[in-house]
């Protein structure tokens, strides 16, 4: 009995060095991933507001969290081998960004919190059940559809005179179908001929941008496709040699060089991404997440575009514009 006692303190003793050990030793960092369709280079610059808020909330990398990236390189096929690689790491929550990266996500896993910083119409496209009851492993923050079709409004009252509209249309994001019903009607309204171009990867811009001249289009709408935002430089550069005026559905695509752009700050989405990825590793359930949606939406046009090609903003929407770039 008394060796049957010691074997039972013995192994109690044991037991409670190990709690003290365990409660002892460090906590390991949270793992953050992050899938992305397009390239590092035109794509961490936007990343970074959601390292920063993530920061401003607490969160010390490499003390708290430990954040690991995937880029695609705009090739969407390496998508669902990334979005597999990354859920077998087995990481506390994946934060991605466009409806390509959204689908490759949500078909590799059901059970870990997947938040994305920016997709639209994500109860259209199966993401949600709800914007404000998400349900399953997945919420984030949505962009309007709107935003396309008002672009399209604006570059009419750009170019009053214009009649042929032209399309880049990244074919391969399962979101580009549900962007042509927006648009579509939308060029009708304002009697526009829409040219579509569609492009697969960035070796096609070229011949795109061959096409486009050929058809004689007055002017370019760039949507809020993450490849071709990713790749806006590019295309940028493409459109002001062909002195085609290039109006893009976020502020970037003017801050870079496009004549006019309107739409919100993905560097906004991102940070309330970072809310949401807070409460998530607080304990919050991501089906418990309503989806955010934005709330404020900027106009920016670039004046020494508008000159270098020699285009004359009429002055009625010139007062609208909330950033002007000399």
Request: glycine residues 6%; positive net charge; contains cysteine.
């Amino acid at each position: 009995m008394k060796r049957r006692a010691l074997l039972v303190a013995g192994s109690a003793w044991l037991a409670a060095a190990a709690a003290r050990s365990f409660a002892q030793s460090p906590k390991l960092p949270r793992r953050i991933a992050y899938l992305h369709p397009g390239t590092e280079d035109g794509g961490s610059a936007i990343f970074g507001a959601f390292r920063e808020e993530m920061k401003t909330l607490g969160y010390i990398e490499g003390r708290d969290i430990s954040i690991e990236t995937y880029w695609a390189e705009g090739k969407m096929d390496r998508l669902a081998s990334l979005a597999a690689e990354i859920v077998a790491r087995n990481p506390a929550v994946i934060v991605t960004s466009g409806s390509a990266g959204v689908a490759a996500c949500k078909n590799a896993t059901a059970s870990i919190p997947i938040v994305f910083a920016t997709a639209a119409i994500p109860v259209e496209q199966g993401f949600v059940s709800s914007l404000r009851r998400p349900g399953g492993n997945i919420t984030g923050v949505t962009l309007h559809l709107d935003v396309e079709a008002k672009t399209v409004e604006i570059i009419r009252e750009a170019l009053p005179a214009a009649k042929r509209l032209g399309l880049l249309v990244h074919e391969p994001d399962p979101f580009h179908k549900m962007m042509l019903d927006t648009i579509e009607p939308a060029a009708k309204r304002s009697k526009f001929d829409l040219v579509v171009v569609r492009v697969a990867r960035v070796e096609d811009f070229e011949r795109a941008f061959t096409e486009l001249v050929a058809r004689k289009v007055d002017a370019l709408a760039v949507p809020n496709f993450a490849f071709l935002v990713n790749n806006r430089k590019q295309i940028i550069v493409r459109a002001r040699s062909a002195r085609l005026p290039l109006f893009g559905s976020h502020y970037q695509w003017a801050e870079d060089g496009g004549l006019l752009s309107y739409g919100t700050r993905q560097e906004e989405n991102f940070r309330r991404a970072a809310t949401l990825v807070d409460r998530i590793l607080r304990g919050a359930k991501p089906g418990d997440l309503a989806v955010e949606q934005p709330e404020r939406f900027e106009l920016v046009a670039n004046m020494k575009t508008a000159k270098e090609i020699g285009v004359k903003i009429p002055s009625a929407l010139l007062l609208r514009v909330t950033k002007v770039i000399e």
